[in-house]
């Protein structure tokens, strides 16, 4: 660091013609100086430390930041000032706006086929998308209070096909659930997250994050930065791991995720006794499939209903013929129609039925919530 020089008369100390001496709160200093045009310089950091004051160099801004003694100095204040057009590295701390100025550090992002909950809020990807899920830490770096909300930030992921998605949900603060939506204090920080859906193929090749209309933005690259998708979720097609599948392979004895239920089969039956009051037809057996659902959306969510209407069931048979499913879910002991509601966390059990041949069995269940992806069971091993 080059040593700079700070003209003492800006001070308003008073100089004699000879070279001056220092006292500085009642004790002598001894100060190298520089006559110059009959002016006396000395230099900074030296001239700061007499008087009791820290200083530091921000060589990105080319800028000195001197703390006076008595002031409290606030700890990372200042993140790396973001050029227009940058990139931004993961990890890295970065203060956005110019009015407003806020550190922004992006710590990971993800993708996930799972609903994320925010308040009583639950986004979860259509059959045709997947979630983009930021996990970031702001800091106010400022000596005034800073509110901190959903639009605090403008987020943009352009897909890859270049198509812009905007981020227009909720935040939470990480680990809660709970909408953040606060005041931060001088150098307060806080962990938050945001998701939203973007299209389940391909990857994110560019985030673009906004602070103030006008102002420098921050633009981050997430091919092969972004936590990817693992199997049976992941199209293997796609090595890298960003493309979602819209059919899922399952298994029974799994939960899976759909809309605001998690689903898992049970069991598969076949039997020629009366369901909702009504027996096969001569020659033919039921192929009854026992699944069970779970209101996983977070301990914030509401209540959710279900009911005949809530989910989609077909069936492939042996012969790879399809049968929708068109009738109503029964209890799991009793003939008698299944429907009600689950708070977050409980589980439901229920019977869905198809009529086949007699000497027929199934090949393949496939369900889904609403325009969930869609899953499909393996179920040609119950005969």
């Known amino acids: 660091m080059s040593k700079q020089l700070v003209l003492l008369t800006v001070l308003g100390l008073a100089l004699a013609a ?12 001894s100060l190298e100086t520089l006559e110059k045009g009959g002016k006396y310089y000395v230099e900074v950091q030296s001239f700061a430390k007499a008087l009791g004051a820290s200083v530091t160099f921000d060589k990105a801004k080319n800028q000195y930041v001197i703390v006076s003694s008595g002031q409290a100095a606030q700890t990372e204040v200042a993140g790396t ?12 701390t970065y203060t956005l706006g110019k009015n407003n100025p806020i550190n922004f550090t992006l710590r990971s992002a993800e993708y996930t086929v799972s609903r994320v909950t925010v308040g009583s809020n639950v986004y979860a990807p259509k059959a045709g998308e997947k979630l983009l899920v930021l996990h970031y830490t702001v800091q106010n770096p400022t000596k005034r209070e800073q509110g901190i909300d ?9 897909d890859a096909k270049d198509v ?28 938050l997250i945001a998701a939203w859906a973007v299209p389940a193929a391909g990857p994110i ?4 994050v906004e602070r103030e209309s006008g102002a420098p933005v921050l633009r981050y690259d997430l091919r092969g930065k972004a936590k990817p998708l693992v199997a049976p979720f992941a199209d293997p097609a796609d090595s890298s791991g960003a493309t979602a599948l819209q059919e899922v392979p399952a298994a029974a004895g799994t939960y ?13 039956s076949f039997s020629s006794d009366p369901i909702n009051k009504k027996a096969p037809a001569e020659g033919k057996r039921y192929l009854v499939a026992t699944l069970s659902i779970k209101n996983a959306s977070g301990p914030t969510a509401r209540e959710a209903g279900y009911s005949y209407s809530s989910f989609k069931f077909d069936l492939k048979d042996a012969d790879g013929e399809k049968t929708n499913f068109n009738g109503y879910l029964m209890k799991a002991g009793r003939d008698e129609h299944a429907d009600g509601s689950l708070k977050p966390g409980e589980e439901y059990k229920f019977r869905v039925y198809f009529e ?5 069995s199934g090949q393949t269940l496939y369900a889904s919530e ?14």
Request: proline share 6%; aromatic share 12%.
């Open 81 to 92: 000032a973001q050029l227009a057009g940058g990139e931004g590295e993961l990890g890295k």
């Open 18 to 29: 000879s070279t001056p001496t220092f006292v500085i709160n009642g004790k002598p200093a």
């Open 164 to 191: 812009n998605q905007l981020f227009n949900n909720y935040i939470a603060r990480e680990g809660t659930g709970e909408i953040y939506q606060a005041q931060l204090k001088p150098a307060q920080k806080i962990d």
């Open 256 to 268: 899976y995720p759909l809309k605001t239920y998690d689903m898992k089969l049970e069991s598969v």
């Open 205 to 208: 090749p560019k985030l673009i």
């Open 370 to 383: 609403g325009d969930s992806r869609t899953y499909a069971f393996d179920i040609s091993s119950f005969k």
């Open 150 to 158: 959903y639009s605090s930030f403008k987020f943009t992921a352009v």
């Open 356 to 360: 086949l041949p007699q000497n027929l």
